[in-house]
T-cell receptor
Framework: EAQVTQNPRYLITVTGKKLTVTCSQN?????MSWYRQDPGLGLRQIYYSMNVEVTDKGDVPEGYKVSRKEKRNFPLILESPSPNQTSLYFC??????????????FGSGTRLTVV | ELKVEQNPLFLSMQEGKNYTIYCNYS?????LYWYRQDPGKSLESLFVLLSNGAVKQEGRLMASLDTKARLSTLHITAAVHDLSATYFC???????????FGKGITLSVRP
């Protein structure tokens, strides 16, 4: 089944403890992105990647890192999480965003709580 | 900076009635997407609108795009409870094809 898989679905952690949220897609998509969703703020892009080894900042990149060593994987790394990073995170992928009408396929989301 | 505005942010709908919700954006784009999100769930793609005048329909929902007015509308015909959800529009812009979302409109259908 074509999908974007995020893990974990839920995570409670403490301030400062490094964590990684994994994202994997099985559709051979070039374009991958991370968004966070907060009440009243909608979805805001954290980082995106247009292909392997090509990543760039979105609108709210502070406190996050990403890597794209393989086409299928795009992990989100929080080196030193803080409570303001408590949010619902979505990974998304696209074959060719904006071209030919290709949109994003979203993962199921990761609800992160930092205490 | 691109702004994508949706209004209203919350709409209480009566079953069986028709409604229209709006998505305005501030910069040139001819590619707009509508997504649906149920509480606690992921986003599901509803429509992709690729050109001025594009109209797509699926069941009780019809979406259209006016690129000159920078406006997309989502028309709901004879609302039913199953349509209760949050609806996001998103616009593609820029050389990197960035996708920017509005804040979403939460629809609630009451009997």
């Amino acid at each position: 089944e074509a999908q974007v898989t995020q893990n974990p679905r839920y995570l409670i952690t403490v301030t400062g403890k490094k964590l990684t949220v994994t994202c994997s897609q099985n559709m051979n998509h070039e374009y991958m992105s991370w968004y966070r969703q907060d009440p009243g703020l909608g979805l805001r892009q954290i980082y995106y990647s247009m292909n392997v080894e090509v990543t760039d900042k979105g609108d709210v990149p502070e406190g996050y890192k990403v890597s794209r060593k393989e086409k299928r994987n795009f992990p989100l790394i929080l080196e030193s999480p803080s409570p303001n990073q408590t949010s619902l995170y979505f990974c998304a992928s696209s074959l060719a965003l904006g071209r030919g009408g290709y949109g994003y396929t979203f993962g199921s989301g990761t609800r992160l709580t930092v205490v | 900076e691109l702004k994508v505005e949706q209004n209203p942010l919350f709409l209480s709908m009566q079953e069986g009635k028709n409604y229209t919700i709006y998505c305005n954006y501030s910069t040139t784009s001819d590619r707009l997407y509508w997504y649906r999100q149920d509480p606690g769930k992921s986003l599901e793609s509803l429509f992709v609108l690729l050109s001025n005048g594009a109209v797509k329909q699926e069941g009780r929902l019809m979406a259209s795009l006016d690129t000159k007015a920078r406006l997309s509308t989502l028309h709901i015909t004879a609302a039913v409870h199953d349509l209760s959800a949050t609806y996001f529009c998103a616009v593609v812009t820029g050389a990197n094809s960035k996708l920017t979302f509005g804040k979403g409109i939460t629809l609630s259908v009451r009997p």
